[in-house]
Structure formats: C-alpha cells, structure tokens
C-alpha cells in the first residue's frame, strides 16, 4: 500500500494566469508522518533557539530527492509523467545520523544504502536522459535535509537519529511552487510493485 499523501498543500494556491510556464519539478520519497514528526522533533531538540540555530524545515515538507529535474514545459507534463512513473521493488531505510554538512545544512542520513534505493535513482535518471532532460549530475548521496542555515555549535560525537525505520512502498513527482508561502504539489505517486519481481507499478495522480 502507497505511503499516504503528505499532509502540506497540494493544490496550487496561485491564480490561473500564473500556471502557465514551466514547472519546477523533483522526484522524492515521502516519510510517512510518524517518520517525519520524529525527525523534526530531533532536529529541533538539536538546534533548539541557540544562536545560529538556522531554520528547521516543517515536518510535511520533508523528503528525501531521488532526482531534481528543474524547469520542465507544461506541454512535457504527460509525457514525463508516463516516462517516470517506474517498476521497482519495495524496500526498508534505516536513518542513522543526523550530520552537519557546509554550509549550515543539518541532514539525517541512512546508515546503509539499499541497493534497491540506488536501482531506482538510476532507473530515473536514466528515463528523465532519454526524454533530454538535463538534470542535476551530482553523484546520489540519499539524505533528508531538516535544518538549512545552521551555524551553532554542534556535537562532537555522531548524532544517532531517532526514528522509526522506513517501509518505502511510493516515490512521487512533485512541482515546487514559488511562494510566498513556498509549497509544494504532488503531482503523481508511483506505488511499488506488489509481485516480488517488480514488474508493474501503479501510478496516481491528485484528483
């Protein structure tokens, strides 16, 4: 069964003359709310209000990117969503550590990575080439960002997150809306395949 919707907007809050353009678009993983609620309740504890402290990114708009495609006509909109909406086997992730990267950007990070994780990131990259979308070439290195800004002090230990482990049965290709408020719009979800061989998958879109 997919994860559920997150619970942030998904309806596009402009007018209808300013849907037109292109959309900005990413595929992501979904945590599930008890996931999501944990980890920004961590990130919190970790930062609280020192100085510094940044800004901790709201529990529904947490996600871990599979690939960022950037601005994409809307004509392309159908196509692309055929062409990524993939088979591919369910899996479990574990998030380790919450870690410290430059610049000021706290992320929790998996303690292995599934091989059936990295099947499916390049699996997409290669479906978004073969439609000639330029997207970000930078190597995978699966994370969910909770803090942006961060210049406090931090721990010298490792910070263990702690969090339930993640059953990850959909991925979805969501378009980020410029604010203000920023929100993002679920555009599609793809469900994993329920047959061991992951052959099929099941694709929705938002009514």
């Not at 945590?31 to 609280?48: C, E, K, R």
């Not at 800004?55 to 062409?83: D, K, M």
């Not at 959909?170 to 920023?182: D, N, T």
Request: contains cysteine; aromatic residues 6%.
């Amino acid at each position: 069964m997919p994860d559920p919707l997150p619970t942030g907007p998904t309806a596009d809050p402009r007018p209808a003359a300013a849907r037109h353009g292109a959309a900005r678009l990413f595929v992501a993983l979904w945590p599930p709310s008890a996931l999501a609620a944990a980890l920004h309740a961590q990130a919190l504890a970790l930062t609280g209000t020192q100085p510094g402290a940044g800004r901790c990114e709201a529990a529904v708009r947490l996600h871990l990117t599979l690939l960022f495609i950037g601005p994409v006509p809307r004509a392309r909109l159908p196509a692309l969503q055929a062409a990524l909406c993939l088979p591919f086997s369910p899996f479990e992730l574990q998030l380790a550590a919450c870690t410290r990267w430059r610049p000021g950007l706290v992320v929790a990070e998996p303690t292995t990575v599934p091989a059936a994780l990295l099947a499916l990131q390049a699996a997409l990259a290669q479906a978004a080439a073969a439609l000639g979308l330029r997207c970000e070439a930078r190597a995978f290195r699966p994370h969910l960002t909770l803090v942006r800004r961060h210049a406090g002090p931090w721990p010298a230990a490792a910070v263990v997150v702690q969090a339930p482990r993640w059953r990850v049965r959909s991925y979805r290709l969501v378009e980020s809306l410029p604010g203000p408020p920023a929100c993002y719009r679920v555009l599609q979800t793809c469900a994993a395949s329920p047959s061991p061989s992951g052959d099929a998958c099941a694709c929705s879109t938002p009514a």
